[in-house]
């Protein structure tokens, strides 16, 4: 085991059409490409964001004194990050960094950005914060690693929502989830990290993570409404928006303009349309049908979608977007055979928890959960209550 | 209907207190402080009083034209009823965002910063782990203590001796607040982060650390936390919650190398003494201090371990704590601690368990039972 994470060789490769930049962290070259990147400033605290937590995974230091300089305001920050993220997870430590500092006090490159993938959260978080002008950034290599063809399809959709929201769309291609990968650390664990490096390579006035859960949902996650501001540097501010809304509000919001439909996104195990299959479809179709919506967009419109997520509500979280369902019923009319039916999927819910936390007390060797192989955000302990 | 602020006085008490108070709503709210200590009446301290009431009771805020507040925190308040909006199911309030209308005004200079201490465990271990050196703390009755009683002024005294000793000064403080929030509707768990911001802006420290009582990975809706205590602030008053980074037993061993820390350790609310030992606070802190092996002459010694296997988490706080001692004891090589911890756990988990079953098979038949904080 080496002493330290030791980040070399940062290269900058400018091509007409697009800039590559990358650096080695340890013995794994990780890359950024997109035309985005040619005022790129020549920084270290990309690939302070994604080298962290390999280091803390790994419990040594991490060493970037032969890159570029760090934000002296970002390397402030690190010791609340690191508090944060190995009191969610034990199995991260903290570690000590070295690097150049330096302020970061250049104006920024350009306006304001919002990471964009075209799903819920992004859309509501340009619909409901962006500025004038807002770059929207899509990363191939972040959610998924697709093939080019995949890549070229799932970009013209994006580009069709970016256009209908007046935003600009830039794409940016990374090789970071083999990284992460490489590392056996889950992408929702590490993945605010790729997102933090992409912010600081663009480096608008303020970039903007579209937030995956309310402030009901606090659990730990890649991307947090507590951590994502601390990775701003002097340059860049980070801002985790839209924990304000539930996710039935935000589809709400959406569905005030139903040709954003058409080329949402929100699937889970597709990345080019929407299966209407899997959970995260179904509880979109499921608010759509409640607010009286459409569900355009989606592959399967057949049947009763409320009655699909019902029967799909499979585990204990979709405790908190049941909630959130039974409200938007309540707003739209207060069904009450239709909130009867809710209530009766939340018993049938607590049934298949408390009865798994019955073998769990009464058969615990049967009931031990497979250790996974990749780091969780909260270690290899049951999801914490928070 | 709204709820509105009004009356605002500031007199001087036979006692030789400041008071400054106001009426919120129908309900009068009160501020003592030393006559000597340089603060403005304005209007913060019961804005911020105002408006987890105004969200329950679903009416606007009308502030008083003579008790104006920072823009900042006019802000900030939006940010609270955004945030408290979502929580108030789980704070088992129904609580709406409602109209503020507050005349504004800059907010004068803070005064130094400073930190809420009461001997306990939280409050101190922030003071010692603070950022920055705290030349003043202050020490509320009204809050841990009823206000009438006795004990406050003997634990005044020994906190404000050890303080001294550290170049610290205690101010001592007294207000109604939390008996307010009560009348209104709040109980302090889900009051006590307002109360905490409301006293800090009568205080006027520039820095107000508020400390934790949990970590990072307990980030369930609570009237005190991270995401909600910095938007009590002003321009010139900044609230910082602090000390998430630390568990319990971690900031009790880092009390215990102060010295003289365990003996004013005081931690509990049950106004029966000192600390009465019998109480679950006062039980999870004398389990911690056997298994870390310390001793404060504040607690009676943790003789029959059954008190503690018997004892029965009533909200997941509470379980947390169980199993944050659980995993020191068993770290430490505690077994029989750890055995009557696991006991206790377990009853935390079947209390649990029959809940969902309750509500899973029985329709919640079994009935509701009474807790402080609601359970997952």
Same mark, same amino acid.
């Given at each position: 085991m080496p002493n330290s994470l030791v980040v070399t060789r940062y290269r900058r490769n400018a091509r007409p059409d697009t800039t590559t930049i990358s650096a080695t962290i340890g013995d794994f070259e990780v890359w950024f490409r997109g035309r985005?990147?040619? +005022?790129?400033?020549?920084?270290g605290d990309p690939f302070l964001a994604v080298a962290l937590l390999p280091a803390m995974y790994a419990g040594i230091d991490l060493d970037l004194q032969q890159l570029p300089p760090v934000s002296a305001r970002l390397f402030a920050a690190l010791d609340q990050i690191q508090e944060i993220w190995s009191s969610w997870n034990p199995e991260l430590r903290r570690v000590a960094i070295q690097a150049n500092l330096a302020p970061d006090e250049h104006p920024s490159t350009a306006r304001t950005a919002t990471f964009f993938s075209g799903g819920v959260d992004a859309v509501h978080a340009v619909l409901a914060g962006a500025g004038p002008h807002e770059r929207l950034v899509f990363v191939n290599g972040f959610d998924f690693a697709m093939t080019p063809g995949a890549w070229a399809t799932a970009s013209a959709r994006v580009a069709r929502v970016a256009e209908k929201l007046g935003g600009e769309l830039e794409t940016i291609e990374t090789n970071w989830i083999s990284f992460t990968r490489h590392h056996r650390i889950a992408r929702s664990t590490s993945h605010g990290g790729c997102l933090v490096a992409v912010a600081h390579l663009m480096a608008p006035a303020r970039m903007t993570i579209a937030s995956s859960n309310s402030w009901l949902r606090l659990t730990p996650?890649?991307?947090?409404p507590l951590l994502d501001p601390l990775w701003s540097t002097e340059r860049t501010a980070i801002r985790h928006f839209g924990? +304000?809304?539930?996710r039935s509000e935000k589809v709400a919001l959406i569905a005030a303009r139903p040709e954003l439909l058409d080329d949402l996104w929100v699937c889970h195990d597709d990345p080019l349309e929407n299966c209407g299959r899997c959970t995260k479809c179904s509880r979109t179709m499921a608010v759509l049908k409640v607010i009286g919506v459409s569900a355009r967009g989606f592959r399967v419109t057949e049947g009763d979608p409320i009655a699909a997520y019902l029967r799909a509500v499979p585990n204990s979280w979709e405790k908190v977007y049941l909630g959130e369902l039974r409200r938007t019923v309540q707003l739209h009319g207060a069904d009450p055979a239709l909130l009867r039916r809710i209530d009766a999927a939340g018993r049938a819910l607590n049934r298949r928890v408390a009865l798994r936390e019955l073998r769990r007390h009464l058969l615990p060797r049967r009931s031990a959960t497979r250790a996974t192989t990749d780091l969780r955000p909260w270690g290899l302990g049951p999801v914490p209550e928070v | 209907m709204a709820i509105t602020i009004s009356a605002p006085r500031d007199e001087l008490q036979p006692n030789g207190m400041r008071r400054l108070s106001a009426m919120v709503g129908d309900q009068l709210l009160w501020f003592d402080v030393p006559?000597?200590?340089?603060?403005d009446l304005r209007g913060e301290p019961f804005i911020i009083a105002a408006l987890l009431p105004a969200m329950a009771a679903n009416q606007p805020i009308v502030g008083h034209p003579d008790l104006p507040i920072c823009p900042v925190l006019r802000e900030g308040l939006d940010r609270l009823q955004a945030i408290f909006r979502l929580w108030g199911p789980m704070l088992r309030l129904d609580l709406r965002p409602v109209a503020v209308d507050v005349p504004l005004s800059a907010a004068p200079p803070g005064r130094g910063a400073g930190s809420f201490f009461s001997g306990g465990v939280d409050g101190t271990h922030t003071w010692l782990e603070a950022p920055e050196p705290l030349p003043c703390a202050v020490f509320v009755r009204g809050i841990d203590f009823q206000l009438d009683n006795p004990i406050y002024d003997q634990s005044f005294a020994r906190n404000a001796a050890w303080l001294a000793e550290r170049g610290t000064t205690l101010v001592p403080m007294s207000s109604n607040i939390r008996w307010v929030g009560r009348a209104m509707g709040l109980g302090w768990n889900s009051y006590f982060g307002a109360g905490l911001g409301a006293l800090a802006h009568v205080i006027g420290f520039s820095t107000t650390y508020i400390a934790a009582g949990h970590t990072w990975a307990e980030l369930w809706p609570d009237g005190s936390h991270p995401a909600t205590d910095p938007f009590w602030s002003s321009e010139t008053r900044r609230m910082v919650h602090h000390g998430r980074g630390a568990m319990r037993w971690q900031k009790l061993e880092r009390i215990a190398r102060e010295p003289g820390a365990l003996e004013i350790l005081r931690v509990c609310w049950?106004?029966? *003494?000192?600390?009465? *030992?019998?109480c679950e606070k006062c039980l999870r802190t004398m389990v911690l201090l056997r298994i870390l092996q310390l001793e404060s002459p504040n607690f009676p010694p943790l003789g029959d371990l059954r008190v503690i296997a018997r004892l029965v988490p009533q909200d997941r706080s509470e379980a947390a704590f169980v199993r944050e001692a659980l995993a020191l004891a068993k770290g430490r090589n505690a077994h029989e601690v750890a055995a009557a911890l696991a006991t206790s756990l377990r009853r935390w988990e079947a209390r649990r368990t029959i809940r969902m079953i309750d509500e899973g098979f029985l329709h919640g038949r079994l009935g509701q039972r009474q807790v402080r904080r609601p359970m997952a």
């Open positions: 985005a990147l040619a +005022d790129a400033p020549e920084r996650w890649g991307t947090h924990s +304000d809304a539930l | 006559a000597d200590l340089e603060t049950q106004d029966k *003494g000192f600390n009465c *030992g019998r």
